[in-house]
């Protein structure tokens, strides 16, 4: 396997780490009160996830060294030798790193004995599997020592297994009590998350075509995947649940369409980041309308001289007129909201690499309400304007008048 591979499958398996991790808690949320025999029905589902990251992981590693002494053995230029040497050394650390990381996350869903039981059987049939790899590349000493390892391994299976099945014949009246009360449960909660997903399918259907519908439907899809990955957990724990009680029939949901539907919605998602990218852009880039002309202004013709007239009292401040106090309340709504997602965005920076997928979204979020606020800011700019032409336009023309009259007496006198 070429460098990039072996990067590839630590950010692939770190990633879904990460995902188990930061998963919406269903899952977790029916651990915290359950009874033993929920946990380790749940847990069973959760253990036979990370089993097969683990043999994967753990075969990776195998794989590494298989490669690594076949190079060696096929003869290495003494001068690339430490180059290879370090290279080889990086790819084993960074699989080493990933299968460090699924067993801790094995580890802790242990909590039971039953699970217990369980992740030594998951841990051996891992290790085996990588044994039976390095077979290939041992010498007569090694191969020795690591016949005897796959044997032990395999008693470590068969052992497990009997604690399981124990479990199983002494609990099965409980288990499928219990299962069969809490499938309903399940099912309950999967209506709610759909009823969601589909307001918000709604809400995509309604949306037009400018930058901050664009922004909005980025931010609307991002919430869809969070729901979807909380109904794809709510739908294994029922299919779970289905078995555990013995219930007739398949299982309720089908967990392949549910991959795939997660797929497409994040190839979605992806789409509508580039596509409000690129309103922005364009928004920025529209040409400014050109401001008319002023037409030339005649010049004022002489009046007949008139009578002064009384003062009239200096008029009142004009108040804002309710368009003006609109866009003031507008604006400042919009300031809030930016302010809002900016401090989320300050608390999921904390986290980055967990929060990823987030933080990319309210970011877009962000820009696209800036630039809302910019067209705001600029109408109110121009509302004001014009309530304070309305009021000025009267005052030249009396002054005029009252110029023209002392300038009558000045030449009278």
Do not use: C, W
């Given at each position: 396997?070429?460098?990039?591979?072996y990067?590839?499958?630590?950010?692939?398996?770190?990633?879904?780490?990460?995902?188990i991790?930061?998963?919406n808690?269903?899952?977790?949320?029916?651990?915290?009160?359950?009874?033993?025999?929920?946990?380790?029905?749940?847990g069973?589902?959760?253990?036979?996830?990370m089993?097969?990251?683990?043999?994967k992981?753990?075969?990776?590693?195998?794989?590494?060294?298989?490669?690594f002494?076949?190079?060696?053995?096929?003869?290495?230029?003494?001068?690339?030798?430490?180059?290879?040497?370090?290279?080889?050394?990086?790819?084993?650390?960074?699989?080493?790193?990933?299968?460090?990381?699924?067993?801790?996350?094995?580890?802790?869903?242990?909590?039971?004995?039953?699970?217990?039981?369980?992740?030594?059987?998951?841990?051996?049939?891992?290790?085996?599997?990588?044994?039976?790899?390095l077979?290939?590349?041992?010498?007569?000493?090694?191969?020795?020592?690591?016949?005897?390892?796959?044997?032990?391994?395999?008693?470590?299976?068969l052992?497990?297994?009997k604690e399981?099945?124990?479990?199983?014949?002494?609990?099965a009246?409980?288990?499928?009590?219990?299962?069969?009360?809490?499938?309903?449960?399940?099912?309950?909660?999967?209506?709610?998350?759909?009823?969601?997903?589909?307001k918000?399918?709604?809400?995509?259907?309604?949306?037009?075509?400018?930058?901050?519908?664009?922004?909005k439907?980025?931010?609307?899809?991002?919430?869809?995947?969070?729901?979807?990955?909380?109904?794809?957990?709510?739908?294994?724990?029922?299919?779970?649940?289905?078995?555990?009680?013995?219930?007739e029939?398949?299982?309720?949901?089908?967990d392949?369409?549910?991959?795939?539907?997660?797929?497409?919605?994040?190839?979605?998602?992806?789409d509508?980041?580039?596509?409000?990218?690129?309103?922005?852009?364009?928004?920025?880039?529209?040409?400014?309308?050109?401001?008319?002309?002023?037409?030339?202004?005649?010049?004022?013709?002489?009046?007949?001289?008139?009578?002064?007239?009384?003062?009239?009292?200096?008029?009142?401040?004009k108040?804002?007129?309710?368009?003006?106090?609109?866009?003031?309340e507008?604006?400042?709504?919009?300031?809030?909201?930016?302010?809002?997602?900016?401090q989320?965005?300050?608390?999921?920076?904390?986290?980055?690499?967990?929060?990823?997928?987030?933080?990319?979204?309210?970011?877009?979020?962000?820009?696209?309400?800036?630039?809302?606020?910019?067209?705001?800011?600029?109408?109110?700019?121009?509302?004001?304007s014009?309530?304070?032409?309305?009021?000025?336009?009267?005052?030249?023309?009396?002054?005029?008048?009252f110029?023209?009259?002392?300038?009558?007496?000045?030449?009278n006198?």
């Open positions: 396997m070429r460098f990039s591979e990067v590839k499958i630590k950010n692939e398996a770190v990633d879904e780490i990460s995902a991790n930061e998963s808690s269903a899952t977790e949320g029916v651990l915290n009160e359950a009874s033993d025999i929920l946990k380790n029905i749940f069973f589902m959760r253990l036979k996830s089993r097969a990251k683990l043999v992981a753990m075969a990776d590693e195998g794989a590494a060294d298989l490669d002494e076949r190079k060696k053995r096929a003869g290495i230029d003494p001068k690339k030798r430490e180059v290879l040497d370090a290279a080889n050394k990086q790819k084993k650390d960074q699989l080493s790193e990933v299968t460090s990381a699924i067993n801790d996350k094995i580890d802790n869903i242990a909590t039971t004995d039953y699970l217990k039981s369980l992740a030594k059987r998951v841990k051996a049939e891992a290790k085996m599997e990588k044994a039976k790899l077979l290939k590349i041992a010498n007569e000493t090694e191969a020795k020592e690591l016949s005897l390892k796959i044997k032990k391994y395999k008693e470590g299976i052992n497990a297994d399981l099945a124990e479990y199983q014949k002494t609990n009246a409980k288990i499928k009590e219990e299962s069969g009360k809490e499938l309903e449960s399940v099912k309950k909660d999967i209506s709610k998350v759909d009823k969601e997903i589909g918000i399918n709604d809400q995509l259907d309604s949306l037009g075509e400018d930058v901050e519908t664009a922004n439907k980025v931010e609307l899809l991002a919430n869809k995947i969070e729901l979807t990955k909380k109904l794809a957990e709510l739908k294994s724990m029922a299919n779970a649940l289905h078995s555990a009680s013995d219930a029939g398949d299982p309720p949901y089908d392949e369409s549910q991959a795939e539907e997660l797929e497409n919605l994040v190839k979605k998602l992806e509508a980041k580039e596509s409000a990218k690129r309103e922005e852009d364009a928004s920025k880039e529209e040409p400014k309308e050109e401001e008319p002309k002023e037409e030339p202004k005649e010049e004022p013709k002489e009046e007949p001289a008139e009578e002064p007239k009384e003062e009239e009292p200096a008029e009142e401040p108040e804002e007129s309710e368009e003006v106090k609109k866009q003031k507008s604006i400042e709504s919009k300031k809030k909201e930016i302010d809002d997602l900016k989320a965005l300050e608390d999921l920076g904390k986290d980055p690499k967990k929060n990823k997928d987030k933080i990319s979204t309210i970011e877009a979020a962000v820009r696209g309400k800036e630039n809302l606020l910019k067209k705001e800011e600029d109408k109110l700019a121009e509302l004001t014009k309530d304070n032409n309305s009021v000025a336009s009267k005052l030249p023309k009396k002054f005029m008048k110029e023209e009259y002392i300038a009558h007496k000045q030449i006198k």
